[in-house]
C-alpha cells in the first residue's frame, strides 16, 4: 500500500511537560528549506529508505520511505521491495526508521556564551544523537532573548552554524510584559512562543504531579534541557553539588539514554516517537514536523536499538566540552547509524555533512 502525499491541517496541541518548567505560548512557525553543496552526505534529493522497522503514526513495521525535494513523498506499506527498483534506495534492513527527535527545551548559549556551548558544536551533537529539531531557550546566551532586537542578534550569531533546524523560544519578561508594543514586536519577529517562570499559586486547585501520577506512566513529552557550561563551573574537584553548575550536555546521548532505561520498563518504539516527535511538535507548533507522513519535512533518525557501546574517552563526542557529561562511563543501548534534516544526510557513520545547511525556524 502506499500514501501519496496530500494537504491537510494538524490542529495544534498544548501538552504540558514537566521538563519545561515554563509556560510557552503557540505560535505557528514557518520553516524553510536550505540546500546546497556539502549539504548532505548522500549525493540525491529524490531516493527511497527502506527498514523492516519503519515507525509511522501508530505503527511499526515493513515500509520504505519516499523522500523528493526534502519532503516525505510516499511511503509503502508492507512488501515494499519492488519500489526500491525506482530509485536510490538505502536499505537499513532492521534498523528502526522513526521521525527525527524534536527538543523544545536546549540552551545553546548564543551570543554571550558561546565558551559554554554554541550553535556550531551544539547542532552537531544534536545530529549526531538523531535530534533533526531544537528549540533554543532565551536564557543563558547574553543578551536573553526578549525583544526583537535581541532575536535578530540570536540569527545572527546562529548563521552558518546550523547542522539541524533551530527554533527559538522568547523570554517573558516584566520590561516587555508591561510593554504591549515590545512584546508584539518579539512575536512578530518570530519566536515559537513565549517562556516564563511561574511561581508556586499557594491553592491545591492545581495540584503537582504525585507519585500515582508517576505510576499511571502517563507522559506527554521529553526534552534534553541541555544546559551546558564552563568546564570549570561543574567544579569538579570541590564535589560541591549546592555550589557547582547544574546543567546536563546531553544532546547527543537522549535518545540512547531513554531507550536504555526506558526499554526495562516496557517502553515501545511508538511511546518514543510520540515523547520525543511527535508531541514536541505540537507544542511547538511545527505542523509538518513530528512524524513519517506523507507531505512533511523528511526529517528522520536510522538507528539500532540492540547495539551497545561504552561511553568512555575513546567515543566520539561533539558537545563542546565532552567530559562534563553525567553519561560518561555508562553502558548504553541505542547506536545513530544516520540523521536526515529536510532530506539530507547530515550524520551518518560518525561523520557529519560538511556543510551546516540547517535552517532557522520562525513563526508566521
Not at 534492513?93 to 559554554?116: C, F, S
Not at 519566536?191 to 499511571?216: A, R
Not at 563551573?233 to 536504555?260: C, D, H, Y
Amino acid at each position: 500500500m502506499v500514501m501519496a502525499a496530500a494537504k491537510g491541517r494538524v490542529l495544534p496541541l498544548l501538552a504540558v511537560a514537566a521538563a519545561l518548567a515554563a509556560a510557552l505560548l503557540y505560535r505557528a512557525p514557518f520553516s524553510k528549506s536550505l540546500g546546497g553543496e556539502g549539504c548532505s552526505l548522500l549525493p540525491h534529493d529524490h531516493f527511497w529508505i527502506a527498514s523492516e522497522c519503519v515507525v509511522t503514526l501508530g505503527r511499526v513495521g515493513p515500509a520504505a520511505v519516499e523522500v523528493k525535494g526534502g519532503l516525505i513523498n510516499a511511503i509503502a506499506v508492507g512488501d515494499y521491495r519492488s519500489f526500491l527498483l525506482r530509485r536510490p534506495v538505502v536499505d537499513y534492513g532492521d534498523a528502526v526508521i522513526m521521525p527525527g527527535l524534536i527538543d523544545v527545551h536546549a540552551h545553546l548559549d548564543e551570543p554571550g556564551r558561546a565558551e559554554w556551548e554554541g550553535f556550531s558544536t551544539g547542532t552537531r551533537a544534536a545530529a549526531a544523537g538523531g535530534i533533526t529539531t531544537l528549540v533554543d531557550m532565551p536564557l543563558n546566551s547574553y543578551p536573553s532573548t526578549v525583544s526583537e532586537e535581541t532575536l535578530k542578534l540570536k540569527l545572527d550569531a546562529a548563521k552558518d552554524k546550523l547542522h539541524v533546524d533551530v527554533g527559538f523560544w522568547g523570554g517573558l519578561v516584566p520590561e516587555n510584559a508591561l510593554n504591549p508594543s515590545a512584546l508584539e514586536s518579539l512575536l512578530n519577529a518570530g519566536v515559537l512562543g513565549l517562556k516564563s517562570f511561574m511561581c508556586p499559586s499557594g491553592i491545591n486547585d492545581f495540584p503537582m504531579t504525585n507519585s500515582t501520577h508517576i505510576e499511571d506512566g502517563h507522559i506527554d513529552m521529553l526534552s534534553s534541557d541541555h544546559s551546558p557550561s564552563a568546564p570549570d563551573l561543574k567544579l569538579m574537584e570541590e564535589g560541591n553539588f549546592l555550589r557547582a553548575w547544574g546543567g546536563i550536555s546531553s544532546l547527543q546521548f537522549v535518545l540512547p539514554v531513554t531507550w536504555s532505561h526506558g526499554k526495562k520498563y516496557g517502553i515501545s518504539l511508538n511511546q518514543l516517537a510520540s515523547w520525543w516527535s511527535e508531541r514536541p511538535a505540537m507544542l511547538a507548533g511545527l505542523k509538518k514536523k513530528g512524524a513519517i507522513l506523507p507531505g512533511y519535512r523528511a526529517d528522520i533518525v536510522v538507528w539500532k536499538p540492540e547495539a551497545q557501546f561504552h561511553l568512555d574517552d575513546s567515543h566520539p563526542v561533539y558537545h563542546k566540552h565532552r567530559n562534563i557529561s553525567a553519561y560518561l562511563g555508562k553502558q548504553l543501548s541505542g547506536k545513530i547509524l544516520s540523521t536526515f534534516v529536510g532530506g539530507n544526510l547530515v550524520f551518518a557513520e560518525d561523520k557529519h555533512a560538511k556543510a551546516a545547511c540547517g535552517a532557522p525556524i520562525l513563526a508566521k
